[in-house]
């Protein structure tokens, strides 16, 4: 069925965050099966539980994006629970929030390690699975990998890197028949966006919770869902996405004109 995953076998990192569950949501209501990968067991097992208490269509597994052999092996035993490998999405992220003029090398390095290094990482351990047989990437930029958020110097760099990381992907890999796009949320309700709500709310004196409240997009008027970026990552997932080929799609209820 076009557009459709299903009995399709997804692998979604960072899969115990907010976004993460949304995107494994999002799967399963396509038809298809997602093995969240995170770094800590007990944590993605739990929410693996959350989703689907049968484990027919949701677990978890424990690996870091940025150590290879951890990912091969979580990416190796998703395919023997399920018997197939169809897909990555490049979830983890980390945001260090600071002026730039006080950032320390090592925050920035930490925010590279998983967000850049992480996403190649993990794009090459699913690219071992799916060579020769096809399958899609998505990739979770960012839009501040579009536009510039002051106190996110790194965060916005690292996801710009995504963003081109993504083309040169999506151009090598044609070949073996592997579809690879990245997705540009704003902000979505989840811990990272109360990191950030915390951290505005310390400097300016503003009340936390207002000032979550009202980090929604203007035209939108209400926070976005994980799941609705789930749904539109799980249609980049599908065979109807054939056709958008190394695209950064913003998910940001307006707020970025590209
Ligand atoms: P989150 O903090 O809830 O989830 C991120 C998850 O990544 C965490 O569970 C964390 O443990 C995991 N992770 C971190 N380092 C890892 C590593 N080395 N290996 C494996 N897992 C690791 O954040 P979220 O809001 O769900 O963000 C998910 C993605 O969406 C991130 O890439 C983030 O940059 C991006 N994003 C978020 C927003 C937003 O407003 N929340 C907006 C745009 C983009």
New binding site residues.
Partial sequence: MTGRLDGRVIAV??G?????QGIARAIVEAGGRAGL????GNRVEKAAQTLDPSGETVIGLA????DRASMDAALGALRDRFGRFDGLVN?????RLGPATEMKPADFDAEYA??VK?VLVAAQAAAALMAGKGGAIVN?????GKVGYPNMAGYNAS?AAVINLTRSLSLEWAADRINVNAVC????A????GAVADFISEKSGTDRNELFGSMVPAQLGRHIE?VEVGRVIAFLLGDAAQIIRGQAITIDGGDTPY
């Fill in positions: 990192t960072g115990a965050g907010g976004i993460g990968i995170d770094l800590d690996a870091d994006v940025t979830n983890a992220g980390i945001v998983v967000n992480g979770v930029a960012s839009n501040a996801k949320p704003g902000g979505v989840t811990d990272m966006l994980p």
